[in-house]
């Protein structure tokens, strides 16, 4: 099973997302906490600005909307 989720061209479900990015996003649907970007950074061990690139990308291919944050203002 693990070869044929790289399988279609690095991507899955014929989308411009691969697994990893897909597990981001299921984490962003259905994680048990408020999903904070350097949360989801340090997650994945990602770079916070990979990730905010990923989140944009997602957030113009309509999959996520990004709220402001009442604590913080950002």
Known sequence: LGH???AIGGSLFGTAFNATEWQI???IEYGS???VA???AELFSMP???LSQLLARMRTAGLIDRKSS???LR
């Open 33 to 35: 906490a408020p999903v």
């Open 25 to 27: 996003l299921s984490e």
């Open 38 to 40: 350097a949360m989801l």
């Open 70 to 72: 009442s604590e913080d």
């Open 48 to 50: 916070t600005n990979t």
């Open 4 to 6: 044929e989720w790289g």
